[in-house]
């Protein structure tokens, strides 16, 4: 059964997309089990799909977990709860490269804004994501 925390997540589900350079990204996310939910994340442009992420979130006895499976890394990467509220939750895995950090903020319900971020010699790395619920 889901905890209250994991159901604090559900908001993500649906279709998201915003400018990405000179293409579209995209987020999509469906609850798959009581306590899982599976994403992808890509990249088009000029009708070519770059840069597919296969994502889940799902909570077992050790937490609630981001799980990114992407082609440049070896193996799936998982990044563990740290924080939740109603409009944000925060993954951080301080093990891993880049990011250590992914941050979640509803903005309106319609609208999010994600966040990668990691100090990297020093100096903090961070990207932002800003977007739109489609679907």
């Known amino acids: 059964m889901n905890s209250k925390k994991f159901s604090g997540l559900i908001w993500l589900v649906g279709h998201w997309e915003g400018i990405l350079g000179d293409g579209i990204y995209h987020e999509e996310w469906k609850i798959t089990a009581n306590n899982e939910m599976k994403g992808r994340a890509y990249l088009t442009n000029e009708g070519k799909i770059n840069n597919n992420e296969i994502l889940k979130l799902h909570e077992d006895s050790s937490g609630i977990h981001y799980t990114a499976d992407v082609s440049h890394n070896s193996e ?60």
């Open 76 to 135: 799936p990467v998982s990044f563990l709860l740290t924080y939740a509220d109603d409009k944000t939750f925060i993954f951080e895995n301080p093990e891993h490269d880049f990011p250590t950090k992914i941050t979640y903020v509803n903005n309106d319900n319609k609208s999010l804004t994600a966040t990668v971020e990691a100090e990297i010699e020093n100096r903090l790395k961070k990207f932002e994501y800003f977007l739109i619920k489609i679907l």
